[in-house]
Each structure stands twice: as C-alpha cells, then as structure tokens.
C-alpha cells in the first residue's frame, strides 16, 4: 500500500502562515530518500499547478513565481516527510494543496514542475485564505 497523507491546512487570514506536512507511508516509501517530493495546488474552476519541489536531500529546490519568497519546502527523510511552509499568505493562494512523489535515480539533482512526471499522490488538504 502506498500512501501520502498531507494535512496542517486550514482557514487563516491574509498575511497569515500556515506549514504543511506530507508523510509518506508503505513499502514503496521504504527507500524516501529515492523521491523527488513536490507541492502541486488546485484552486476551483482552474488547473493543478505546481508549486514547489524538492530534491532527495534537499540540495535542489525550486518554486513556482508565485510563491517564491513566501513558501519554504523542506524534507526530512528520516521522518519521511516533506514540509511547506507557507508565510505571507494571500487569497489567491486559496487551493487543495496536493503533495506528490516521483521516483528518481539515487543521488539525482534533477527535478521537475510537470505533474504528469511523479508518481504517487495525497488526497489533498485545503488551504483557505480569507481577505
């Protein structure tokens, strides 16, 4: 059984911080560290986009325009885990926030914004961000 369970979302007002956290579960997870763990987002009536991502050990991020500045991704594999800080939150930042994995060669730099390259999904966790 393979599992990412996010969750930390929730209502908060503008200008606001809220961390999310995305913990892997699973046979499949036994290797973390092989995963490139990504934040996509999906606000109603629009597409899944991606948001930031992060490589096995942390050397390589990256994050969409949007967010950067604002939204930190961290990990930790002995937890598992892939964290996204969120600060200076706007209503335009209002989504479920999915978090993803794609499996990679070990030791890899490589990462990617499409979400048709990771593998595995969470069922999303709702961010509300009130004006």
């Known amino acids: 059984q393979v599992q990412l369970v996010e969750s930390g979302g929730g209502l908060v007002q503008a200008g606001g911080s809220l961390r999310l956290s995305c913990a892997a579960a699973?046979?499949?997870?036994?290797?973390?560290?092989?995963?490139?763990m990504g934040w996509f987002r999906q606000a109603p009536g629009k597409e899944r986009e991606f948001v930031a991502a992060i490589t096995w050990n942390g050397g390589v991020t990256a994050y969409a325009d949007s967010v950067k500045s604002r939204f930190t991704i961290t990990r930790d594999n002995a937890k598992k885990t892939v964290y996204l800080q969120m600060n200076s939150l706007e209503p335009e930042d209002t989504a479920v926030y999915y978090c993803?994995?794609?499996?990679?060669?070990?030791?890899?730099?490589?990462?990617?914004?499409?979400?048709?390259?990771?593998?595995?999904w969470g069922q999303g966790t709702q961010v509300t961000v009130s004006s």
């Open positions: 993803a994995a794609d499996l990679r060669p070990p030791g890899t730099v490589l990462l990617t914004r499409r979400s048709t390259d990771y593998d595995y």
């Open positions: 699973g046979r499949t997870f036994s290797t973390f560290s092989s995963y490139v």
